[in-house]
């Protein structure tokens, strides 16, 4: 089955600091997608990213990079010059090929101080 | 605005009740799916709508029940509230036009449900 962990459950950093947030994953399927989430103050869950498991290449959007490793099976988020808009919520989630039982994980709390 | 819309956004009811809880898809989404976001539990994938039918499950309690209809909105029925009921119910959308293809999901804003 299934499995995501992300083992900081918080995190607080002053603006300006760069910042990773964990995500290691387990599955049996050798095709898998993986997300991840932000959830602000206000509640709503917005998507950032989606990577599929053949596609191991980094991606950079702006202040946010995303490092995908199968060797390692994780899956981290940085955000660098943080701002306290990023103050967040933060969630990984994985979705198997044939499950679209979408597993998340327990979530960071990211908190950006000024 | 993710496109997915959700009412009401707060619900607060006596345990025993029954409440509906009702979810419209971005335009052109096929798939909807009911999470529960709990302080205790996190965020819990229940079950996936895909065109009107039931194609996924998971946590979901028997007391829970949900449906599409043909304009593909969709509901989630819950009854016999408890007090560990409470929390937070996400409506998300995807495309879904191939199976398992780990289409992202769009999640509406949430209703939060206080069970007294």
């Known amino acids: 089955a299934q499995k995501v962990t992300q083992a900081q459950t918080e995190i607080s950093v002053v603006e300006k600091e760069d910042v990773t947030l964990d995500c290691v994953y387990e599955t049996r399927d050798t095709t898998y997608y993986l997300f991840w989430y932000k959830q602000p103050p206000s509640g709503e869950l917005v998507f950032l990213i989606r990577r599929n498991s053949f596609d191991e290449q980094n991606e950079i959007s702006g202040r946010y990079s995303w490092n995908f490793q199968k060797s390692t099976s994780s899956f981290n988020f940085t955000i660098t010059a943080s701002q306290v808009v990023d103050s967040a919520v933060y969630f990984c989630?994985?979705?198997?090929?044939?499950?679209?039982?979408?597993?998340f994980g327990a979530g960071t709390r990211l908190t950006v101080k000024p | 605005d993710s496109g997915v819309t959700q009412t009401p956004k707060h619900l607060i009811t006596a345990t025993g009740q029954r409440v509906t809880l009702r979810c419209s898809p971005r335009?052109?989404?096929?798939?909807v799916y009911w999470y529960q976001q709990s302080l205790d539990q996190g965020l819990q994938f229940l079950i996936q709508?895909?065109?009107?039918?039931?194609?996924a499950k998971g946590n979901i309690l028997e007391r829970f029940s949900a449906q599409q209809f043909p304009d593909l909105h969709s509901e989630l029925n819950l009854s016999s509230l408890e007090l560990g009921d409470s929390a937070l119910y996400f409506c998300?959308?995807?495309?879904?036009?191939?199976?398992?293809?780990?289409?992202?999901?769009?999640f509406g804003p949430g209703t939060r449900l206080t069970v007294l």
């Open positions: 709508y895909y065109n009107g039918e039931e194609r």
């Open positions: 335009s052109g989404d096929l798939s």
């Open positions: 998300a959308s995807s495309v879904d036009l191939r199976r398992g293809a780990g289409n992202e999901q769009f």
């Open positions: 989630a994985l979705s198997e090929t044939y499950n679209n039982d979408m597993r």
